[in-house]
């Protein structure tokens, strides 16, 4: 079996991450992986010279071979044509209405058919799907704690944004109660005092009590969460990511617990690909965007 490398990008609020996937395997390849800061508040040409870059840097190995690149990008974005719809959020408004796929074509000298755009709560779930916690299963459901909550599905055939962010729950919706700012609401509550996420929460010092008392508390919410979903679609796992889930330690006893009471039979997992895991599923969008392509010319031919 020849090997099918593909470039897999995942662009969050903070960095971009890029590497070379291998889509045999549903890894990616030792080596090829980069890591760079990104200013989302910077203009557009400061955050598409930073994303040519770092692609750049992943398929240096190749010597010039031209290969599909899969993007993870949040939303919302018309993923189709590769134009950013984001227009209300503190974070890449320079890109509002930019055909990112031509730009970044033109900046790396490849054809834009090439490049290929997921969300990326589908690519996460995409990436674990390919060659992570749950590969290739069925059914199955993927949640992103973190900033905010990404989740997708897959029933039959490709993974589809399941869009729950903005979902009812308790006296809001499912982001209130599922994100990093949930635990630094709570903690203010209950202290008086201001933390910026949930890294710094587990570093306190002296407030192992308090710290407990919130994950306990999370564990719930995400608990009645996953019970909702499993209860309704009856998934045969849903696999947790992003990360809120590196603290995993400390709320999945609790999680274990409820779910045995509220959802008894659900099953969940933690991302084994973790912060590779949305770079992996966007390379494998694309692998499939170019074998479909490919396939289609062949029998037109």
């Not at 993007?71 to 018309?78: H, L, N, R, V």
Request: proline letters at 2%.
């Amino acid at each position: 079996m020849n090997t099918l490398l593909v470039l897999g990008a995942d662009i969050g609020g903070s960095h971009i991450s890029t590497s070379l996937v291998n889509i045999n395997e549903g890894l990616p390849v030792a080596g090829s992986g980069v890591r760079l800061e990104l200013n989302s508040r910077g203009t557009a040409t400061e955050i598409l010279s930073t994303c040519s870059a770092a692609i750049r840097q992943s398929l240096a190995s190749l010597n010039g071979k031209h290969v599909p690149v899969g993007i993870a990008m949040p939303g919302p974005f018309d993923y189709d044509n590769g134009v950013s719809l984001i227009r209300d959020q503190d974070k890449f408004r320079a890109l509002y209405q930019l055909d990112m796929k031509n730009e970044l074509a033109s900046l790396l000298s490849i054809d834009a058919s090439l490049i290929h755009f997921m969300n990326d709560a589908c690519a996460f779930l995409e990436g674990e799907i390919l060659g992570g916690a749950v590969k290739s299963e069925y059914n199955v459901m993927g949640i992103t704690l973190g900033t905010g909550l990404g989740s997708a599905f897959r029933a039959e055939g490709d993974v589809q944004d399941a869009d729950l962010w903005c979902a009812p729950y308790k006296n809001g919706i499912a982001e209130d109660y599922l994100s990093t700012r949930w635990f630094a609401g709570r903690y203010e509550e209950l202290t008086g005092k201001k933390i910026t996420g949930v890294k710094e929460l587990t570093q306190l010092e002296g407030e192992e009590r308090i710290i407990a008392e919130i994950f306990t508390e999370f564990a719930e919410n995400l608990g009645g969460f996953i019970a909702s979903q499993y209860n309704l679609h009856g998934y045969n796992n849903i696999v947790i990511g992003g990360n809120i889930a590196k603290a995993s330690g400390l709320f999945v006893p609790h999680l274990n617990s409820y779910l045995g009471e509220h959802a008894n039979g659900a099953k969940y997992c933690l991302s084994s690909l973790g912060e590779n895991a949305a770079l992996t599923g966007a390379a494998g969008m694309a692998g499939k965007h170019s074998k479909r392509f490919v396939e289609t010319a062949e029998k037109q031919g």
